[in-house]
């Protein structure tokens, strides 16, 4: 599995119009994609400005091309959610998951 790390940088309202667009528009279009598992969105409220990180799982590199076309190092940020932020990262970084420990379910 492969895990996909992209980040921005918002204001406090930018980061939560981000996560309404994030939550309305990106997580219905990468759960429909084959191969995807789930989605992390996280935040860091700072003095200013709200960092924002996207985790994503992927079953395979090619569930990642799926989605990305063949350059996967180059970040997908639709243009909506380029108005929502101040920065963002132009590039990803990807992780194999070497090991996943799941706890009870409860």
Excluded: C, K, N
């Excluded at 191969?35 to 799982?57: E, K, N, Q, S, Y």
């Excluded at 590199?61 to 940020?77: E, I, M, N, S, Y």
């Excluded at 639709?78 to 963002?88: C, I, K, N, T």
């Amino acid at each position: 599995m492969i895990l996909r790390d992209w980040g921005a940088t918002a204001t406090p309202e930018g980061a939560g119009a981000y996560a309404r667009h994030f939550t309305g528009a990106v997580l219905p279009r990468l759960s429909a994609l084959p191969g995807f598992h789930t989605a992390f969105l996280l935040t860091r409220d700072g003095a200013r400005l709200v960092r924002i990180r996207v985790l994503t799982v992927w079953e395979s590199f090619d569930a990642v091309r799926a989605f990305t076309g063949p350059d996967t190092a180059v970040a997908a940020v639709e243009p909506e959610a380029r108005s929502h932020v101040l920065d963002y990262d132009r590039t990803v970084d990807h992780y194999q998951i070497a090991d996943l420990l799941q706890g009870p379910r409860r």
